[in-house]
């Protein structure tokens, strides 16, 4: 029986496909996805990567199939990161990397990342396309087969970090936390710098139900036991990764978490440095303190929608050489306008290296304002209502709606956006002193959780 479109709407989303398996996501719908993409995209090769989800075997079974069927070549890429899967888009001639993962959700959950040729990201309109394929589409029964191939990925991978990146005689000790998930492959990446660095490592054996701590390190909660480690073995930093290991947490040497658009600013001082004058895009939530320190060394600045599509999108259009999102996502250039994987790390060790100073020291010369960091409301009344009040409640303020609604003066801005699942805003705030930030996140809280 074919689900209702209904049904299907909870699962295509603006940046990927994703929901419980196998309530919500099934091998049969992906199965008929496969084709679906086939029809739209007229795909000869296709690489499939999968995380450690109990799901992944299924789906990639289900999913090769519905390639195979329609006379798609398939590499099997085996356990991957999400990064390894962009890194195999842009770098060789496949038509299209699927990655089999849900990111940091529960490990009931699985769903698609998709790309196309030169890693670019399949977007919400595209989606829905599929989704309409996908629902309404007889496909024919003809089969014909493509292959099926075992492609290594890993090897490549780190040779490429190896070729890259010079931490030669730097004495750095690092902890890596991949909370039991796929990020786990990326210890030996950074092992491949010994004995230059140390890695000590935490929760680094494969578990999907994520025992010790979310695999989100957005969240500080999610940080404290790297942050915990890296002073117990006195190490310079520690890094943390998602559930794919497409975004990137930090400590400093005290065990600090480190908010990603402090972390931004220091990747924008190296990259600046390579490509004078250079844009970046970053999104909407982040700090001032990045965007002082992008044109203090002469690049320009644009701000962008949240969502890694968004900005990833937006770095094509804007030939921008990094992309810098608060949740923990940096977009490379050099890594196809895609996340890096442990890119991010390597160079604030280069430049740690080079400065010969502390992550700690480094952020406190970039760290200007005070932030509120992003803060969740439930709420009871439309975003426009709350959007009005907030309008009238501070007047005089310039006012943004490129995503959900920013006000901006002198001394304070904030952005509240919608989370597009759940009743729930989301609530940025930053100003000049902790005095300010605390007044004036107070007042915000206020209005936005008016019953």
């Known amino acids: 029986m074919p689900m209702s479109f209904e049904h299907l709407k909870t699962i295509y989303r603006d940046f990927d496909i994703r929901g419980k398996y196998p309530d919500e996501i099934t091998d049969d719908?992906?199965?008929?996805i496969a084709k679906a993409l086939t029809l739209h995209y007229q795909v000869k090769t296709v690489a499939i990567g999968y995380d450690v989800r109990p799901s992944a075997h299924s789906l990639f079974t289900a999913l090769s199939r519905g390639f195979i069927e329609s006379g798609v070549n398939v590499l099997d890429l085996g356990r991957c990161t999400t990064p390894m899967s962009y890194y195999m888009c842009g770098s060789t001639s496949v038509d299209m990397t699927v990655m089999i993962t849900a990111s940091h959700l529960p490990s009931d959950y699985n769903g698609l990342k998709i790309t196309v040729a030169d890693a670019r990201p399949v977007t919400g309109d595209v989606l829905q396309i599929i989704r309409e394929i996908v629902g309404t589409?007889?496909?024919?029964?003809?089969?014909?087969?493509?292959?099926?191939?075992?492609?290594?990925?890993?090897?490549?991978?780190?040779?490429?970090?190896?070729?890259?990146?010079?931490?030669?005689?730097?004495?750095?000790?690092?902890?890596?936390?991949?909370?039991?998930?796929?990020?786990?492959?990326?210890?030996?990446t950074f092992r491949a710098f010994e004995p230059d660095i140390t890695v000590h490592t935490i929760f680094d054996t494969y578990d999907h139900?994520?025992?010790?701590?979310?695999?989100?390190?957005i969240k500080h909660e999610a940080l404290a036991s790297l942050g915990?480690?890296?002073?117990?073995?006195?190490?310079?930093?520690?890094i943390a990764f998602d559930g794919d290991a497409d975004r990137v947490g930090f400590v400093d040497e005290v065990g600090r978490p480190v908010p990603s658009d402090l972390i931004g600013a220091l990747l924008a001082r190296v990259i600046l440095k390579e490509h004078p004058g250079a844009t970046i895009v970053t999104d909407v939530r982040s700090s001032r303190s990045l965007v002082a320190e992008v044109e203090r060394n002469g690049g320009q600045i644009v701000r962008e929608k949240v969502g890694h599509?968004?900005?990833?999108?937006?770095?094509?259009?804007?030939?921008?050489?990094?992309?810098?999102e608060l949740s923990g996502h940096f977009f490379f250039k050099q890594s196809y306008f895609s996340e890096g994987g442990p890119l991010p790390a390597?160079?604030?060790?280069?430049?740690?290296?080079?400065e010969k100073r502390p992550l700690s020291e480094l952020i406190s010369e970039v760290r200007q304002y005070r932030h509120s960091g992003e803060i969740n409301s439930h709420i009871t009344r439309s975003a426009e209502d709350i959007y009005a009040d907030l309008i009238a409640a501070f007047p005089g303020m310039a006012v943004s709606r490129q995503d959900g609604l920013t006000l901006e003066s002198e001394e304070w801005w904030c952005n509240v956006r919608p989370s597009a699942n759940d009743p729930v805003m989301r609530l940025n705030l930053e100003a000049i002193d902790e005095e300010?930030?605390?007044?004036?996140r107070d007042?915000?809280?206020?209005?936005?959780?008016?019953g």
Do not use: Y
């Open 29 to 32: 719908e992906v199965h008929k």
């Open 137 to 188: 589409h007889t496909f024919s029964e003809e089969v014909t087969h493509g292959t099926i191939t075992s492609h290594a990925l890993q090897k490549d991978w780190i040779e490429r970090f190896k070729k890259e990146h010079d931490l030669s005689g730097s004495g750095l000790s690092v902890v890596i936390d991949p909370a039991n998930m796929i990020g786990i492959l990326e210890i030996d």
């Open 209 to 217: 139900t994520c025992p010790n701590h979310e695999a989100n390190p």
């Open 228 to 238: 915990e480690e890296v002073v117990c073995k006195g190490a310079d930093l520690g």
């Open 309 to 324: 599509t968004h900005i990833r999108m937006r770095m094509r259009k804007e030939d921008a050489v990094l992309g810098i």
């Open 346 to 354: 390597f160079l604030i060790m280069e430049l740690m290296k080079a």
């Open 436 to 440: 300010i930030m605390t007044a004036k």
């Open 443 to 450: 007042a915000v809280l206020s209005i936005v959780r008016r």
